[in-house]
């Protein structure tokens, strides 16, 4: 089983879309036995919360249903998790600051990484303070880039 955790600041929108995303895409390429997503957040202003409900009003129009509940990164994730990934440079750095060692920055990675070449994007900007179309913007991105990551571990992980 390979397991991804997807990070951004509070886990109420950005994170817990790409854990939903992820899952969806997974679902429907038949790989549940083996691969496992959750998410989490830099800080814990959040956590015990649901997914923003405009996030999850966007989501469920794109038959995406976010039903995480926000935590924090706790230190267990570095070893459970294979893949880390973090939402913007600034999650990424944070991570990284975190789990301030050599051994584990390899499995700490950009979500935006995995994006296709039409796709061009420095990390998936928050929403929190956007209308509607930040919110799509952000589904967008990250369908674009959680199926640029399914073919990632096709040839990595021979999924």
Do not use: Q, W
């Not at 089983?1 to 990070?7: A, Y």
Request: net charge negative; with cysteine; hydrophobic share 40%.
């Amino acid at each position: 089983m390979l397991n991804l955790l997807f990070v951004c600041m509070g886990n109420i929108c950005r994170s817990p879309s790409a854990e939903a995303v992820m899952n969806k895409i997974i679902a429907e390429n038949g790989l549940k036995e083996k691969i496992f997503c959750d998410s989490a957040g830099t800080i814990d202003y959040h956590e015990g919360e649901e997914a923003d409900p405009r996030m999850k009003e966007h989501a469920k129009k794109r038959g995406i249903f976010l039903t995480s509940i926000a935590r924090k990164i706790v230190p267990e994730d570095i070893d459970k998790f294979d893949i880390i990934l973090a939402m913007d440079n600034e999650n990424l750095n944070d991570i990284k600051n975190m789990f301030n060692n050599e051994k584990y920055s390899g499995k700490i990675k950009l979500i935006t990484d995995f994006c296709s070449p039409n796709c061009i994007a420095d990390g998936v900007p928050d929403p929190y303070y956007g209308g509607p179309e930040a919110f799509e913007h952000v589904l967008d991105l990250l369908e674009d880039a959680c199926m640029g990551l399914l073919n990632y571990l096709r040839k990595t992980h021979s999924i």
